[in-house]
T-cell receptor, first 113, second 115 residues
Framework: NAGVTQTPKFQVLKTGQSMTLQCAQDMNHNSMYWYRQDPGMGLRLIYYSASEGTTDKGEVPNGYNVSRLNKREFSLRLESAAPSQTSVYFC????????????FGDGTRLSIL | AQKITQTQPGMFVQEKEAVTLDCTYDTSDPSYGLFWYKQPSSGEMIFLIYQGSYDQQNATEGRYSLNFQKARKSANLVISASQLGDSAMYFCAMREFNTGNQFYFGTGTSLTVIP
């Protein structure tokens, strides 16, 4: 029972480099999310996908792009990394039913030098 | 305006005592759900308890209970008989059922259990 799997777990980038964070879930959930977590600021939503084929901006989308490749996979791309994007990134998924909690991946610690 | 407000950045509790972590929320949607998550120092997010806006009774899950006061828009988490393993960050979150699929999180409360 893998749940939500994020790769990589750790990454160090130089300013201006690009990379894609991968997320996959095996629970047949419709909705998937990307958050960033910074000290003292809780979880802030970057993008989410209510269902396969749809994506929507969250609170802090600037500097990021997403792809809902299929029902299982939702990737987050940084096209030109900036030090302000140093953070811990979480992917989460949830069924369509509103009373169900989100299931989270273990997070990706990303440092931009 | 903040959808979820957690006003206690840090809390301390003696082992075996009860502690209440505060959460207030703001919504005009009559149908919503409130969630509490625990994040230990290892970093994973662990779901603790859920309360629906139409639930008549306060939710309970083992040592966790939710003090839900709908008119005051508060959903405080009560942890009874605190254990050292309860030391962690705690996040309150809300989902509005009629206005989309977003979850809104508070900034969290850091709980330290003192032996």
């Amino acid at each position: 029972n893998a749940g939500v799997t994020q790769t990589p777990k750790f990454q160090v980038l130089k300013t201006g480099q690009s990379m894609t964070l991968q997320c996959a879930q095996d629970m047949n959930h419709n909705s998937m999310y990307w958050y960033r977590q910074d000290p003292g600021m809780g979880l802030r939503l970057i993008y989410y996908s209510a269902s396969e084929g749809t994506t929507d901006k969250g609170e802090v989308p600037n500097g990021y792009n997403v792809s809902r490749l299929n029902k299982r996979e939702f990737s987050l791309r940084l096209e030109s990394a900036a030090p302000s994007q140093t953070s811990v990134y979480f992917c989460a998924s949830t069924p369509q039913e509103g009373n169900q909690p989100q299931h989270f991946g273990d997070g990706t610690r990303l440092s931009i030098l | 305006a903040q959808k979820i407000t957690q006003t206690q950045p840090g809390m301390f509790v003696q082992e075996k005592e009860a502690v209440t972590l505060d959460c207030t929320y703001d919504t005009s949607d009559p149908s919503y759900g409130l969630f509490w998550y625990k994040q230990p120092s290892s970093g994973e997010m662990i779901f603790l308890i859920y309360q629906g806006s139409y639930d008549q009774q306060n939710a309970t899950e083992g040592r966790y209970s939710l003090n839900f006061q709908k008119a005051r828009k508060s959903a405080n988490l009560v942890i009874s008989a605190s254990q050292l393993g309860d030391s962690a960050m705690y996040f309150c979150a809300m989902r509005e059922f009629n206005t989309g699929n977003q979850f809104y999180f508070g900034t969290g409360t850091s709980l330290t259990v003192i032996p």
